[in-house]
T-cell receptor
Framework: GQQLNQSPQSMFIQEGEDVSMNCTSS?????WLWYKQDPGEGPVLLIA?????ELTSNGRLTAQFGITRKDSFLNISASIPSDVGIYFC???????????FGTGTRLTIIP | EAQVTQNPRYLITVTGKKLTVTCSQN?????MSWYRQDPGLGLRQIYY???????DKGDVPEGYKVSRKEKRNFPLILESPSPNQTSLYFC??????????????FGPGTRLTVL
């Protein structure tokens, strides 16, 4: 099955830094989802985007639905230790329950 | 509390010994799905179910079976497990209605080791 290209694959940052990651697809989606997975746990939904060009925030997290509908971006401002984990994007289309997942971005905070 | 539960969380078994991983959701969701997660391969869908008695293959269905006799439960069955089925398994559910944007909620995962 298709996987979305997510970059970077991993990030090593210091506490307090801002983080940016993105996800690209060869096909169009009309919904983009961003999940975070802590070690040993299931993915947890962070943000859902429903409209091209939409910018949505959830606390320190901001995500954007790309205008072409083939990409999405996630920013984390002022990172804190609990932001450590793997972030996944997922694309889906209205009326089709299948999620197509990105390859994941592993975020590590250096003390 | 709205949640997806899976049991067991950890399982070590031997090749060929049939096993079932249970999944239950309390959100009255119509859609349920099983994924496996492997290093470097991300999340891959095994089977999914749009509603009771309706199941279909995902991307990697070989070696697995599912059933959906009740809306809340969606067990994953490995009739004859093999070492290449050692993985981290997740169950997920979503509303599944025609108006749904398919926001799937995941269970905590089941780590399976087949010796």
């Amino acid at each position: 099955g298709q996987q979305l290209n997510q970059s970077p694959q991993s990030m090593f940052i210091q506490e307090g830094e801002d983080v940016s990651m993105n996800c690209t697809s060869s096909s169009i989606f009309n919904t983009w989802l961003w999940y975070k997975q802590d070690p040993g746990e299931g993915p947890v939904l962070l943000i859902a985007l429903y409209k091209a060009g939409e910018l949505t925030s959830n606390g320190r997290l901001t995500a954007q639905f790309g205008i072409t509908r083939k990409d999405s971006f996630l920013n984390i401002s002022a990172s804190i230790p609990s932001d450590v984990g793997i972030y996944f994007c997922a694309g889906t289309n209205f009326g089709n329950e299948k999620l197509t997942f990105g390859t994941g971005t592993r975020l590590t905070i250096i003390p | 509390e709205a949640q997806v539960t899976q049991n067991p969380r950890y399982l070590i078994t031997v090749t060929g010994k049939k096993l079932t991983v249970t999944c239950s959701q309390n959100m009255n969701h119509e859609y349920m799905s099983w994924y496996r997660q492997d290093p470097g391969l991300g999340l891959r869908q095994i089977y999914y179910s749009m509603n009771v008695e309706v199941t279909d293959k995902g991307d990697v269905p070989e070696g697995y079976k599912v059933s959906r006799k009740e809306k809340r439960n969606f067990p994953l069955i490995l009739e004859s497990p093999s070492p290449n089925q050692t993985s981290l398994y997740f169950c997920a559910s979503s509303l599944g209605s025609p108006d749904s944007h398919n926001e799937q909620f995941f269970g905590p995962g089941t780590r399976l080791t087949v010796l």
